[in-house]
């Protein structure tokens, strides 16, 4: 009985609860498993002890990763937990607002496997394929690019900038939170990189003078601002003539959980609403493609672009609107 009520007060808690569900789809480490439940990793790690300790989950080192499974017992048909395991498999099937966002955010970490190849691409007939690398091929097309000035705006911990810094002439990297701006400076000294200015600020007023960079990068940053539509028009101004938006973001979905863990204000756009937002902010041929989609994933990647007029014209009004609409 003693043992029975153990194990009750361990399943009493909701963290370890959503750990045995996303465990029972794949093994993870420790890294995604942060990712997905938003908790501290020193949280997830103290749960992960526990499950371990109860026989409810196992551990194994492959790869310089240590993976987390369910202990195959847990699952056998005729395991001594059989019962046990057929109650938590019908209660996890259950949706719920919880179980919707972890779904997103392991859709979201497969996808981010998949890229940086941490399962290290296998091929479709089971080849490895060694060097092959998104980043570096990334940085490749880069040679191709002129040197620019480039404007990073929503520039978080400024992966993007750092990127953008191997071609670009100069680059200055906007975000309105002077943490993660630090952060980005730590990042650049460590990798060396002295051609970008950091600077805070909000998308809809930027510290930039009129017509002095060429070209502006909205990264995963259109659906926090407050007016889309004048951070686009402020993208514009800073813009020389000829001078090129680049824009990433999410297509409309309705994962309602984004606004409380990670402060969208927009829950993505259509790709109408992306490109007449462009189009209205007076930049040419507005263009709207995807960019990444997997089966499953609710969050589909847009790339949309447009050009700064190469000659004077008067500045449009901004649309202050819901783009979606």
């Known amino acids: 009985m003693q043992r029975l009520s153990s194990l009750l007060k361990l399943l009493g808690d909701d963290v370890r609860l959503r750990l045995l569900r996303v465990l029972s789809f794949e093994a993870l480490n420790v890294s995604e498993l942060t990712a997905i439940l938003g908790i501290a990793q020193s949280g997830v790690s103290r749960h992960l002890g526990l499950l371990r300790e109860a026989g409810l989950v196992t551990e194994d080192r492959t790869g310089g990763y240590t993976w987390y499974r369910l202990t195959p017992s847990l699952q056998a048909p005729e395991g001594p937990r059989a019962a046990l395991w057929e109650w938590l498999r019908r209660e996890f099937g259950t949706t719920t607002a919880a179980t919707r966002g972890d779904d997103a955010r392991l859709q979201e970490v497969r996808r981010v496997r998949k890229e940086s190849f941490v399962e290290h691409g296998i091929g479709a007939r089971g080849q490895l394929v060694p060097g092959r690398s998104w980043a570096a091929w990334s940085r490749a097309l880069g040679l191709l690019l002129p040197a620019a000035d480039v404007a990073d705006l929503g520039c978080g911990e400024g992966y993007l900038s750092i990127e953008a810094a191997r071609w670009a002439r100069t680059v200055v990297a906007v975000d309105r939170s002077e943490a993660v701006l630090a952060r980005g400076r730590a990042l650049a000294a460590r990798r060396k990189v002295r051609n970008i200015t950091w600077q805070r600020g909000d998308l809809e007023r930027l510290p930039l003078a009129d017509a002095s960079v060429d070209v502006a990068l909205l990264s995963q940053a259109l659906h926090h601002a407050a007016d889309p539509a004048l951070a686009l028009a402020e993208a514009r101004r800073v ?43 007076g930049f040419e041929h507005a263009t709207v493609r995807v960019g ?11 790339i949309a672009a447009g050009t700064k007029p190469a000659t004077r014209s008067r500045r449009p009004a901004a649309h202050r609107r819901d783009p979606v609409t």
Request: charged share 30%; no cysteine.
């Open 239 to 281: 813009l020389r003539p000829g001078g090129r938006v680049l824009v990433l973001d999410l297509r409309e979905h309705d994962e309602q959980w984004v606004r409380a863990k990670l402060g969208d204000r927009w829950l993505g756009f259509t790709d109408d609403a992306l490109r007449t937002l462009i189009a209205q902010a």
């Open 292 to 302: 990444a989609r997997t089966p499953e994933d609710p969050f589909t990647v847009l």
